[in-house]
């Protein structure tokens, strides 16, 4: 049975740079907590004055398929995962992304749609272009993020006004793209990727017009969103997925872990939990945290292409990428990296 691989990685920074010490400074206010220390995040790339999500999706699509074996025009889908999706000052619906990326790019004969699902964008676009795949609607394809996304820090720098403040979180983002090929194997590849909603949990985190001024803003309550209750979506999912499997956490043997980028501290929680839960220690984790702050649906594609372009991992690797997105969802994706180059 023919089954989905990652064939080409590709990413996409901006080139300015913006620490959290000079963030904090822009505040109104003096700072509540330590940003740096409580969430891991010192500095985050900004997009530059003539970059908006679609010339930072572009940037990264033509990134990966440089990495690629493929041209634009082999490509079957192209499907967008943006959160953010401007040209410009224009928020765009329609057209779709999707099929702007596919005529920048010269993909004429690619299919092409849209997916919004918060930070778990790529993921979700993974996983519906490896079932495309494995049913052989398609042959080949792309999943692509354009995060121009620091405009809620920009709103969050005017507004915040208070210790715990719904847009704290906002602070943590930064700008990036991300782009990633799958194509048809009978080897090694996508192992397994499922996602789960638990919409109950939706109103947590909420991306919307400032409701004091012009801008968009992010309003998250973060205590109720970052908790054990919420990370047990994740463990206890994966333990029904591997125990119907007839295998456990250590017996599928994870070479490296990448969780979404979002919080330092809230990371070494997750994965004492999930110690804990799997009764198994937690592979080696990649993060660009440090650097690159949360990057929303682009973040574990951006991880990865960091680590490939280190050398960090080698071909054979197994890796297990977690995401944590508003909805909130929750699931998991396993693949075997193959000889990829960036």
């Known amino acids: 049975m023919v089954s989905s691989t990652i064939e080409a990685v590709g990413a996409y920074l901006p080139a300015r740079e913006v620490t959290t010490a000079e963030l904090l400074a822009q505040l109104a206010v003096d700072a509540p907590l330590d940003l740096e220390k409580v969430s891991g995040v010192r500095a985050r790339r900004v997009r530059g004055e003539s970059e908006d999500s679609f010339t930072i999706a572009s940037a990264a699509a033509r990134s990966a398929l440089g990495n690629s074996r493929y041209e634009a025009a082999d490509l079957d889908v192209i499907i967008s995962c943006s959160i953010t999706r401007t040209r410009g000052e224009d928020f765009c619906l329609e057209p779709s992304f999707a099929l702007m990326l596919r005529t920048a790019l010269g993909a004429n004969r690619a299919i092409h749609f849209d997916v919004s699902n918060a930070c778990a964008g790529m993921m979700t676009g993974v996983l519906l272009l490896d079932r495309m795949i494995r049913s ?11 995060e121009c996304i620091t405009p809620i820090a920009d709103t969050a720098v005017r507004e915040i006004s208070q210790k715990y403040d719904p847009q704290f979180a906002s602070l943590t983002v930064g700008d990036a793209g991300a782009a990633v090929l799958l194509d048809g194997t009978d080897g090694p590849g996508l192992d397994y990727v499922e996602l789960n909603t638990s919409a109950a949990f939706a109103k947590l985190c909420l991306g919307m017009p400032s409701d004091q001024g012009p801008g968009v803003a992010l309003y998250t309550d973060n205590r109720a969103m970052h908790n054990e209750s919420r990370y047990l979506l994740w463990t206890s999912r994966q333990l029904e997925f591997l125990a119907a499997r007839g295998s456990s956490f250590a017996e599928e043997g994870y070479d490296y872990l ?23 220690a937690m592979p080696p984790g990649l993060a660009v945290l440090d650097r690159y702050g949360n990057t929303a649906s682009t973040s574990h594609f951006v991880v990865l292409h960091d680590a490939l372009r280190q050398g960090l991992i080698e071909p054979g690797s197994k890796v297990l990428l977690v995401p944590a997105a508003s909805g909130v969802v929750a699931g998991f994706l396993s693949v075997t990296i193959g000889d990829l180059r960036v």
Request: avoid cysteine; glycine fraction near 12%.
């Open 258 to 280: 990448i969780h979404h980028q979002f919080s330092g501290p809230a990371v070494e929680l997750i994965n004492k939990i999930a110690e804990r839960e799997f009764d198994a």
């Open 136 to 146: 052989g609607a398609v042959r080949r394809g792309m999943v692509v993020s354009g």
